[in-house]
């Protein structure tokens, strides 16, 4: 069972109100990713970190979102004005160093009214 | 733009019956293919990769790869209600970090 810890489940925002989601990776896992997936089931990379340092980041991130994975905190992904288009399930998963698989958590459901 | 296209978007398998799902990648640079299961409001779980070319199997699920067209397939036999269930294939990109997802194929077991 995977052991990426996701908070919260569930989060309800109107529009223009930030929102804020956690992560804990797995431990000893260096490199997070945060993936969008939207009501079609498509996968939208958001953005990657090894330690603390960005790896790779979409455009649309470098606007609206920011991340962080400070060292000895949770990591998290923050949507500072949110859009109807941001309602999603906001996926976060770390990389087993040796197999190179990605484990996830279950998920921020995102819902912006 | 790097691509991972899946067919069919869905499919209905009788129970008992063999499921193929297929997969190919549009960027020459992938060194691997994964597949991963979702089943309804849970998130992915890896369920195979596969890196070099030909087959591999296991318990009931085998997956192929012909790296010279970028092609992978997953199939299913002796489907079971339990495999119901989006089904998504991603590959990464020799020396990025991150893997492209496909957008999934739609499972359905009939019982």
């Known amino acids: 069972n995977s052991k990426v810890i996701q908070t919260p489940r569930y989060l309800v925002k109107g529009q223009g109100q930030k929102a804020k989601m956690r992560c804990i990776p797995e431990?000893?896992?260096?490199?997070v990713f945060w993936y969008q997936q939207n009501k079609n089931n498509e996968f939208k990379f958001l953005i990657n970190?090894?330690?603390?340092?960005?790896?790779?980041q979409i455009d649309m991130t470098e606007k609206r979102f920011s991340a962080e994975c400070p060292s000895n905190s949770p990591c998290s992904l923050e949507i500072q004005s949110s859009e109807a288009g941001d309602s999603a399930l906001y996926l976060c998963?770390?990389?087993?160093?040796?197999?190179?698989?990605?484990?996830f958590g279950e998920g921020s459901k995102l819902t912006v009214l | 733009q790097q691509k991972v296209q899946q067919s069919p978007e869905s499919l209905i398998v009788p129970e008992g019956g063999m499921a193929s799902l297929n997969c190919t990648s549009s960027?020459?640079?992938?060194?691997y293919f994964w597949w991963y299961r979702q089943h309804s409001g849970k998130s992915p779980k890896m369920l195979m990769?596969?890196?070099?070319?030909g087959e591999k199997e296991e318990g009931r699920f085998t997956v192929h790869l012909n790296k010279a067209s970028l092609h992978t397939s997953l199939h299913i036999r002796d489907s079971q209600p339990s495999d119901s269930a989006l089904y998504l294939c991603?590959?990464?990109?020799?020396?990025?970090?991150?893997?492209?997802f496909g957008q999934g194929t739609k499972l359905s077991i009939k019982p």
């Open positions: 431990k000893g896992h260096p490199v």
């Open positions: 998963a770390s990389r087993d160093r040796g197999t190179g698989q990605l484990y």
């Open positions: 970190f090894q330690n603390q340092e960005v790896l790779q």
């Open positions: 991603a590959a990464s990109i020799y020396n990025q970090g991150k893997l492209i």
């Open positions: 990769s596969i890196f070099s070319n």
């Open positions: 960027d020459r640079n992938v060194d």
